[in-house]
């Protein structure tokens, strides 16, 4: 992609960097960051009825902060998203971006950076060289490419070729190229999707960065645990609708499921003896593990029924709801369709 691709508009895998900084508060916000009302996008097949991609999506982002977008594979993220950035035509509903209708993007598109599926660089530039055309192209002073290799953490390594650059260095030169106009909006699709846990971890933090800074990060992730310590918002979509919308916290205590986790020598025969004894349990995620739907308070009884068994607990670890409980609960655990 060339940096002209990239300039005035947003494009896929491009980058449309901002201005000024202007603070939202999450309570009592003027405008919202993101609207929409009744969002709807289908596809048109060569044969059969339409997809229904987004179906009828009422999205309200206010900022600064994280906000996750949540969604199995195929839950229409990824359509939202191009929705939001003017790349493609709802079939119905509306969108407005930082105040103005997306018909209008033109207005305030210099106050957003977006990074849809995987970025393209020249493979044989410096990281450095990439961000210096875009800066050009852009009409942004030079400085500002220090500025965010610096926030992206990619000093030291910026001159050497794209191309020897790791997974995770390529993804943060794509945040970094959405940074050079010092958007007050921006938007990742699933910017960590393909990395190793060092590299999410470097994209959660910057992530977080950014919006300790006074930006808006609208992300996508279809892996719940990979956004569940960044976000201050969430919302979790399936097939198309909002399922549900809310602050970290509340969907956590929404999702409630509170499990006790036995570590114990023979988890099967473990297993066996509190499903005889009636408790609702499985073989845990982790070796020699059982998983007890129950919470702590139940700890004792759940002891004494291995003790009475000639079986004694390693460990007992109560497991706090996780989002990723949460989302399961709240998807019927369909887990989205991959298409
Ligand atoms: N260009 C397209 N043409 C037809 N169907 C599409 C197109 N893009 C996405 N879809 C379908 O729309 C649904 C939502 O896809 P997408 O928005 O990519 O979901 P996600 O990003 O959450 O994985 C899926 O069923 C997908 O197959
Ligand atoms: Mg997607």
């Known amino acids: 992609m060339s940096p002209e691709q990239v300039v005035g508009s947003v494009t896929e895998a491009g980058h449309t960097p901002p201005l ?8 009592g916000f003027g405008v919202a960051v993101i609207e929409t009302r009744g969002l709807r996008k289908e596809y048109s097949r060569l044969r059969g009825d339409p997809v229904v991609a987004v ?48 018909t209008d993007l033109h207005r305030v598109i ?7 599926e995987s970025p393209k660089f020249f493979p044989t530039f410096s990281g450095r ?23 992206v953490g990619l000093a030291g390594r910026d001159r050497d070729n794209f191309a020897s650059y790791s997974l995770g260095m390529k993804q943060r030169l794509a945040v970094a190229a959405t940074l050079l106009k010092d958007p007050d909006l921006i938007v990742l699709d699933e910017p960590a999707n ?18 300790d800074d006074g930006k808006t990060i609208f992300v996508s992730s279809h892996q719940l ?3 569940q310590q960044t976000c201050d918002v969430v919302t979790i979509i399936s097939k198309g609708r909002l399922i549900q919308t809310g602050p970290v916290a509340e969907l956590l205590s929404a999702g409630g499921a509170q499990t006790l986790r036995v570590v114990i020598d023979d988890a099967a025969g473990a297993l066996a003896v509190l499903t005889a004894a009636g408790f609702s349990a499985r073989l845990g995620t982790i070796a020699d593990s059982v998983d007890v739907d129950l919470g702590p308070e139940h700890g004792a009884s759940v002891t004494h029924h291995l003790a ?3 079986r004694y607990l390693r460990a007992l670890e109560p497991q706090g709801a996780t989002l990723e409980s949460a989302f399961l609960e709240l998807t019927g655990n369909e887990g989205g369709d991959v298409r």
């Open 129 to 151: 060289k990439n961000l210096q055309m875009f800066a050009r192209v852009a009409e942004v002073d030079d400085g500002m490419v220090d500025v965010a290799i610096d926030t």
């Open 194 to 211: 393909g990395l190793d846990p060092a590299g999410i971890v470097e994209i959660r933090q910057l992530i977080r960065r950014l919006a």
């Open 55 to 102: 179906d009828g999506l009422d999205l309200d982002v206010p900022g600064p902060g994280v906000y996750g977008f949540l969604g199995p594979n195929g839950s229409g993220k990824t359509t939202t998203i191009r929705c939001l950035l003017g790349l493609i035509v709802p079939t119905a509903g509306s969108v407005k971006i930082l105040g103005e209708d997306v």
């Open 20 to 27: 000024i900084c202007r603070k939202l508060t999450w309570e």
């Open 308 to 310: 009475a068994a000639g």
């Open 225 to 227: 645990g990979e956004v």
């Open 110 to 116: 210099g106050r957003v950076g977006a990074l849809v």
